[in-house]
């Protein structure tokens, strides 16, 4: 891997003058949204991709035993449910030469399956959330010697892959943030600054979590923003949530939704609904509420983070769509229950 290019790029880092405006504090944005694939899901998943593929790795080896000639891995993943996880291992998989079967389950939107078939991969619907895809590609994998298992988010070398960002952060910032916002828990470093992480009621498992104070698994997945459609998060994740400063935070979908929204108009980016999430921390005032409260220092002492995750499973048609569902203004006549 020494020799080899990482497949996600580095990102952009700028202050955003709205959200500093509306926050009451500088805000940057770490512009994930301009990977190859759409989101920051490139940084782990691409990683874990190059390590398996890699001479020497333990898949080449095993198969080499096995009396094979060596041959291209297939990459398995299985994304979640907006596909980012699934493009961002079908993207991997054709910049390395190697096939890739991608399993989605039925909500994933007919654009993302189109999407992740021009990146030249195999799609299989299988289930209707998230933990059903999982175990299906596991089953897969089972019945396929050669093959291996991508998670979208539970593996070592992914966390690995996405410390990346933190790294360019500290390469970029002239100071040590204040805050670091994320739609979710993903890994953190500078190890006294505090993270936000952002969910969506409905998708709130790492919330729900937290306040059980042991891993806690939602009924289902109600949420709108549907990649963070997670049921139990990972025991890693929680585990991190008691060796950190971390403050899970809640918000509704028509927060994200507007949220989204009010992005395009400050700074001319479409994101999806879970990337929606973080950025409601500041245009929904959970930043200034956690100030209010004591748990955020005020000042800060230093910047606030957002890191602007992307996503594919959005369009301008899809977001119309979204503030009709949920009786957003300008979405027009709300059809029936969100």
Not at 204 to 210: G, I, M, P, T
């Amino acid at each position: 891997m020494q020799n080899q290019q990482p497949l996600h790029v580095a990102s952009p880092l700028r202050q955003s003058l709205p959200l500093t405006k509306e926050a009451g504090t500088a805000v940057y944005l770490k512009l994930d949204s301009s990977q190859p694939t759409g989101s920051f899901k490139i940084r782990g998943i691409g990683h874990l991709c190059q390590t398996v593929g890699a001479p020497g790795s333990p898949v080449c080896v095993r198969r080499r035993a096995q009396g094979i000639e060596p041959e291209p891995e297939p990459c398995l993943s299985r994304p979640s449910t907006g596909g980012n996880a699934g493009m961002a291992a079908a993207y991997s998989a054709r910049q390395l030469g190697v096939p890739a079967t991608i399993v989605v389950p039925s909500v994933t939107p007919d654009l993302t399956v189109e999407r992740l078939r021009d990146q030249g991969a195999t799609v299989v619907v299988h289930g209707k959330a998230l933990n059903d895809s999982i175990v299906h590609g596991q089953q897969l994998v089972e019945n396929n010697p050669g093959w291996v298992f991508i998670s979208p988010f539970d593996d070592p070398l992914i966390w690995e892959g996405h410390s990346s960002l933190v790294k360019e952060l500290q390469q970029e910032l002239r100071e040590k943030p204040g805050a670091i916002v994320l739609s979710g828990l993903r890994r953190a470093a500078w190890g006294d600054v505090p993270v936000v992480a952002m969910e969506t009621r409905g998708a709130h498992s790492l919330n729900a979590a937290v306040k059980a104070g042991e891993l806690v698994t939602l009924p289902e997945i109600t949420s709108v923003a549907t990649t963070l459609g997670l049921a139990r998060v990972s025991e890693r994740t929680f585990a991190l949530v008691q060796e950190h400063p971390v403050f899970s935070e809640v918000v509704t979908d028509q927060d994200a939704v507007a949220a989204v929204e009010r992005f395009i108009d400050d700074e001319k980016i479409l994101v999806e609904p879970a990337c929606g999430a973080a950025l409601a921390a500041v245009y929904s005032g959970v930043l200034r509420r956690l100030q209010e409260e004591g748990k955020l220092a005020e000042p800060l002492g230093g910047p606030v983070v957002v890191v602007v995750c992307g996503g594919n499973n959005i369009s301008v048609q899809q977001l119309q769509k979204l503030k009709q569902q949920l009786g957003l203004p300008g979405g027009g006549h709300q059809a029936g229950p969100a």
